[in-house]
């Protein structure tokens, strides 16, 4: 039998976000019926319809995006649930929106960092390497910068900082000259052809489009913003979970764990008695599996850790 697929089906196929490490989030969050539940990265809602599920009448779930389009999404996914809200923000002012809610406790908090698929399969965003489009890489699109404003305004040094920093481009610098030197850049097929001067391991262009959407978003800093007052949100034995998608996230969350988990040692001297405030739910990272793979090749890259509240 053969099937056919209109172009809007198939646009639907490539736009759909799949949730990643799905039940290994689940087991970790070990959902409360009635607890109440924070989703900072709601995306297309994937991993909020799943803890939905789990929540009786008098659970809930907050979950927060920076951009609309995703809120549109998720809200058509989560349409025949009633126990949710969804907030357009910035997740870096969480205990803001929760305090407006009288809300000052949690069960459990998920983290899914990075980018839905829909933002990456749209050209219109600029977020693909793969696909003409204009130069922008806004998850929020009231942000007043986008890429083409600091990729033609920007100087040599702080084009080869944002280069090197955010995407640890080993051709850094001769990147940023040929880009000033090719300037005005309209699109992203304009900066692929720059990055495809200096081929590499891996995609030309993919540590530049990756330096320039941290950068842009300031994704690091609401990382690093974020990370206490989940901690401050969750109750006793509440769950923090983060899936991360690169070394320089991974880092952060690997950090901000062990300095809340692991008992700090004094060479030469007795460790000292103290009561750590989170645990570990596993010291290692947890990684897709190879059949998530290969379903979802998106997913290889992620990273999840998960700790509670002590
Ligand atoms: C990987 S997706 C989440 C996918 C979601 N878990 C699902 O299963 O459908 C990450 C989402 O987080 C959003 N996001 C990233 N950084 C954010 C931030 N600082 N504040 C709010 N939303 C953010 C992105 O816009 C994107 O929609």
Request: positive net charge; glycine residues 4%; aromatic residues 10%.
């Given at each position: 039998?053969?099937?056919?697929?209109?172009?809007?089906?198939?646009?639907?196929?490539?736009?759909?976000?799949?949730?990643?490490?799905?039940?290994?989030?689940?087991?970790?969050?070990?959902?409360?019926?009635?607890?109440?539940?924070?989703?900072?990265?709601?995306?297309?809602?994937?991993?909020?319809?799943?803890?939905?599920?789990?929540?009786?009448?008098?659970?809930?779930?907050?979950?927060?995006?920076?951009?609309?389009?995703?809120?549109?999404?998720?809200?058509?996914?989560?349409?025949?649930?009633?126990?949710?809200?969804?907030?357009?923000?910035?997740?870096?002012?969480?205990?803001?929106?929760?305090?407006?809610?009288?809300?000052?406790?949690?069960?459990?908090?998920?983290?899914?960092?990075?980018?839905?698929?829909?933002?990456?399969?749209?050209?219109?965003?600029?977020?693909?390497?793969?696909?003409?489009?204009?130069?922008?890489?806004?998850?929020?699109?009231?942000?007043?910068?986008?890429?083409?404003?600091?990729?033609?305004?920007?100087?040599?040094?702080?084009?080869?900082?944002?280069?090197?920093?955010?995407?640890?481009?080993?051709?850094?610098?001769?990147?940023?000259?040929?880009?000033?030197?090719?300037?005005?850049?309209?699109?992203?097929?304009?900066?692929?052809?720059?990055?495809?001067?200096?081929?590499?391991?891996?995609?030309?262009?993919?540590?530049?489009?990756?330096?320039?959407?941290?950068?842009?978003?300031?994704?690091?800093?609401?990382?690093?913003?974020?990370?206490?007052?989940?901690?401050?949100?969750?109750?006793?034995?509440?769950?923090?979970?983060?899936?991360?998608?690169?070394?320089?996230?991974?880092?952060?969350?690997?950090?901000?764990?062990?300095?809340?988990?692991?008992?700090?040692?004094?060479?030469?001297?007795?460790?000292?008695?103290?009561?750590?405030?989170?645990?570990?739910?596993?010291?290692?990272?947890?990684?897709?599996?190879a059949t998530e793979i290969e379903k979802?090749p998106?997913?290889?890259?992620?990273?999840?850790?998960?700790?509670?509240?002590?």
């Amino acid at each position: 039998m053969i099937f056919y697929l209109n172009i809007t089906s198939l646009k639907m196929m490539t736009m759909k976000h799949k949730p990643v490490l799905l039940d290994e989030v689940l087991t970790a969050l070990n959902i409360k019926e009635n607890g109440i539940y924070l989703d900072l990265t709601l995306g297309g809602g994937g991993h909020s319809f799943e803890i939905l599920k789990q929540l009786n009448h008098s659970g809930f779930l907050f979950a927060f995006d920076q951009d609309l389009v995703a809120i549109k999404q998720a809200n058509t996914k989560l349409k025949d649930f009633k126990n949710y809200k969804i907030f357009h923000t910035n997740f870096k002012f969480v205990t803001k929106y929760l305090n407006s809610e009288n809300v000052s406790e949690v069960d459990g908090i998920l983290l899914d960092l990075g980018m839905s698929s829909f933002q990456i399969d749209d050209s219109q965003r600029g977020f693909s390497y793969m696909q003409e489009g204009p130069l922008d890489m806004r998850m929020n699109t009231s942000n007043p910068l986008t890429v083409k404003a600091i990729l033609n305004t920007y100087s040599l040094e702080q084009l080869t900082t944002i280069f090197k920093n955010y995407g640890q481009e080993p051709n850094s610098y001769k990147i940023a000259q040929q880009i000033i030197k090719n300037r005005p850049l309209s699109t992203t097929t304009d900066l692929v052809k720059i990055t495809d001067l200096f081929p590499s391991k891996g995609h030309s262009a993919k540590r530049v489009f990756q330096a320039l959407r941290i950068y842009l978003n300031d994704e690091l800093t609401a990382l690093k913003e974020v990370l206490p007052q989940a901690f401050s949100l969750l109750k006793q034995d509440g769950v923090l979970a983060v899936i991360s998608f690169h070394s320089l996230e991974d880092k952060i969350v690997k950090e901000f764990f062990k300095e809340k988990v692991e008992e700090r040692v004094i060479k030469g001297l007795p460790t000292l008695p103290e009561k750590m405030p989170m645990r570990y739910y596993r010291k290692k990272r947890i990684k897709p599996s190879a059949t998530e793979i290969e379903k979802n090749p998106r997913a290889s890259s992620a990273i999840l850790r998960v700790a509670l509240k002590n």
